[in-house]
């Protein structure tokens, strides 16, 4: 019952972070979601220590562990649009499909070459700085 | 007000459910989110309700959406080593799928003789769904639709990334986030989460970037090219 309690009061929290965020877009004009300033702003102040972890880690953990419910009031949308997977609209669904791909295979070729090659330049450094040493 | 409630409960039930399911079977094909909004719809179709009916009560567990993306500075934050030595393979990989994207999307719409007001709404389907209606609207496409062609790009990427990667041998954390964040938003990166926490890190990265950069791009990409 305890943990419930404080789990609800950190959700609260990670809510009105939420806020903030959603008021400074409106605000600013900025193109980027409110959710997502937000994040950037609970990175900064758990980076700079004004925010400890413990005071909104529960909260978080238990938002995302129910992260993929969370999206399924938007997925049911689809009930709307359902004469698209019939005649010309599979051609669209289709289309997202194979785009979904290449970008996954091109995004995640790339990612894993040049993290290793990172990864291979920073052991070769600490060997040579290793013999010098 | 009980309505709202029904939903509510009924989401709550057959998501548990669901999980159960797959943790039973552990096939992608199962995977909760597919099956919850399967059982929904068609619950939905057959007692012929609509979809803002449902929202009554829908809307507040969407609601909780906004928090839980604030959350994910948690994973960021664990993982900040990871992101300060590896900032620019990541931002090199995000930019390269946002332009494939974008390109590739717009190229196989023309092919398909698709029409304009489509090409728009599915341009971009690789964001996170309230950046990517925003777009919609801006560049001239239907936000609704934007939405859910968002969310067959999620779904589809969920479903089908991890056993692509897998056999594209694409298995280092980063390589992994990368891919499900740039080309599956939110949904990717809850299925990234199942995958490891650093993976989850890097995804939750992805998608923050690659949003940014499709609000620039896709703009610029129909006035140029379109």
């Known amino acids: ?133 | 007000m009980e309505r709202a409630v029904g939903f509510i409960l009924l989401t709550l039930v057959v998501y548990e459910v669901m999980k159960k399911l797959y943790v039973r079977f552990y096939t992608p094909l199962l995977l909760p989110i597919v099956t919850t909004t399967g059982t929904l719809v068609a619950v939905l179709l057959w007692f012929q309700l609509p979809y803002q009916t449902y929202m009554e009560g829908g809307k507040w567990i969407g609601r909780l959406l906004g928090p839980a993306v604030v959350a994910l500075a948690f994973p960021l934050y664990h993982h900040r080593q990871t992101l300060k030595r590896q900032f620019w393979p990541i931002f090199q990989a995000v930019c390269a799928g946002a332009m494939i994207a974008i390109v590739s999307g717009a190229c196989f719409s023309v092919l398909f003789h698709l029409n304009k007001k489509v090409l728009f709404s599915l341009l971009p389907k690789s964001v996170t769904s309230p950046i990517a209606m925003d777009i919609a609207k801006e560049i001239g496409g239907i936000p609704a639709l934007a939405a859910v062609y968002v969310m067959i790009a999620g779904i589809f990427g969920a479903v089908f990334g991890p056993p692509l990667l897998r056999a594209l041998q694409i298995t280092h954390p980063l390589g992994v986030g990368i891919a499900l964040g740039s080309a599956s938003h939110g949904v990717g990166t809850a299925k990234a989460l199942e995958i490891g926490k650093e993976a989850a890190a890097i995804s939750s990265i992805a998608m923050t970037l690659s949003a940014i950069l499709a609000a620039f791009l896709c703009p610029l990409f129909v006035s140029v090219l379109l």
């Open chain 1, 1 to 133: 019952m305890k943990r419930a309690l404080i789990i609800a009061v950190q959700v609260a929290g990670l809510y009105g972070l939420y806020g903030i965020g959603v008021w400074l877009q409106h605000w600013f004009h900025l193109p980027i979601l409110g959710s997502i300033i937000g994040m950037l702003l609970l990175f900064f102040l758990l980076m700079s220590g004004v925010v400890k972890e413990r005071w909104l880690g529960d909260g978080a953990q238990f938002l995302l562990s129910y992260l993929p419910l969370l999206f399924v009031p938007s997925t049911v949308g689809i009930a709307d649009y359902l004469s698209l997977f019939q005649g010309r609209g599979l051609l669209s669904i289709a289309v997202v499909m194979i785009s979904t791909v290449m970008v996954m295979t091109a995004s995640g070729a790339i990612g894993q070459w040049r993290a290793k090659k990172a990864e291979k330049e920073t052991e070769i450094h600490q060997e040579t700085k290793g013999m010098n040493g």
